[in-house]
C-alpha cells in the first residue's frame, strides 16, 4: 500500500501562483509514476499532469502546458506541481496520484493510489 498526502493549495489571484505537493509514503521502493488530476465543481475528474519513474517522462493536459511544470524530489517519493499564471478556470480540487510499473499515462483509470485532494481556488 501507498498513501499519499498532498498539500500546497490555497486561494490566489488571477495570474499567481502556486506549488502544490505530494508526499508518498508506505511501499515507496516500487517504481510508481505520478500523476495530477483535478476535479472542479459539477465536473468529472481530468488528468492535469504525469511523470514517469525516473522522471524523463513529462505529459501536461493543453491548458496546463506553458504554466503547469511537474517534477520529482530527489527521493523520488515527492512529486511537486508548479502552477503559474493561475487563472479562475484552474479553480479545482487536485489529487495525487500514483501508478505502478512506472510508465506515464494519463487515464484515471490506471492509477492504484490516490490522495484525498487539495483545494484551489483562483478568483479574478
Known amino acids: 500500500q501507498v498513501q499519499l498526502v498532498e498539500s500546497g493549495g490555497g486561494s490566489v489571484q488571477t495570474g499567481g501562483s502556486l506549488r502544490l505537493s505530494c508526499a508518498a509514503s508506505?511501499?515507496?521502493?516500487?517504481?510508481?509514476?505520478m500523476g495530477w488530476f483535478r476535479q472542479a465543481p459539477g465536473e468529472e475528474r481530468e488528468f492535469v499532469a504525469v511523470?514517469?519513474?525516473?522522471?524523463?517522462?513529462?505529459y501536461y493536459t493543453d491548458s496546463a502546458k506553458g504554466r503547469f511544470t511537474i517534477s520529482r524530489g530527489s527521493s523520488k517519493n515527492t512529486v511537486f506541481l508548479q502552477m503559474d499564471n493561475l487563472k479562475p478556470e484552474d479553480t479545482a480540487v487536485y489529487y495525487c496520484?500514483?501508478?505502478?510499473?512506472?510508465?506515464?499515462?494519463?487515464?484515471?483509470?490506471?492509477?492504484?493510489?490516490w490522495g484525498q485532494g487539495t483545494q484551489v481556488t483562483v478568483s479574478s
Open positions: 496520484a500514483a501508478r505502478r510499473l512506472g510508465a506515464a499515462v494519463t487515464s484515471q483509470r490506471e492509477y492504484d493510489y
Open positions: 508506505g511501499r515507496t521502493s516500487m517504481h510508481y509514476a
Open positions: 511523470i514517469n519513474w525516473s522522471g524523463a517522462a513529462l
